[in-house]
């Protein structure tokens, strides 16, 4: 069983900045990628940033420059700095990690419950 506990969602206006956070329990042996993704209200899914356990990252276009993914491997935790807000950015975010829960596993994707970010003046 494992469980994904996000944190850090809410209102801000233009040009401000939140950060998301997101930490793993439960039975978990190794953790690869982690990352996050956002839904905008009648659109689909979308990949916002993605990062392995070496600290490798990869970002949408519409975010480069402007967040910064991080993770703290000790804590199974995953951080979003948002800077320089856009309404366009509204949405819920979602937090997702591939996980392992022993040594002989297979891998399995888990889901966070999703914290809403809503950017307007």
């Known amino acids: 069983q494992v469980q994904l506990v996000e944190s850090g969602g809410g209102l801000v206006q233009p040009g401000g900045s939140l950060r998301l956070s997101c930490a793993a329990s439960g039975t978990i042996f190794s953790i690869n990628v982690m990352g996050w993704y956002r839904q905008a209200p009648g659109k689909q899914r979308e990949l916002v940033t993605n990062?392995?356990?070496?600290?490798?990252?990869s970002y949408a276009d519409s975010v480069k420059g402007r967040f910064t993914v991080s993770r703290d491997n000790a804590k199974n935790t995953v951080y979003l700095q948002m800077n320089s807000l856009k309404p366009e950015d509204t949405a819920v975010y979602y937090c997702?990690?591939?996980?392992?829960?022993?040594?002989?596993?297979?891998?399995?994707?888990?889901w966070g419950q999703g914290t809403q970010v809503t950017v307007s003046s």
């Open positions: 997702r990690a591939d996980v392992k829960l022993s040594r002989f596993s297979a891998v399995r994707g888990s």
């Open positions: 990062i392995n356990s070496g600290g490798e990252t």
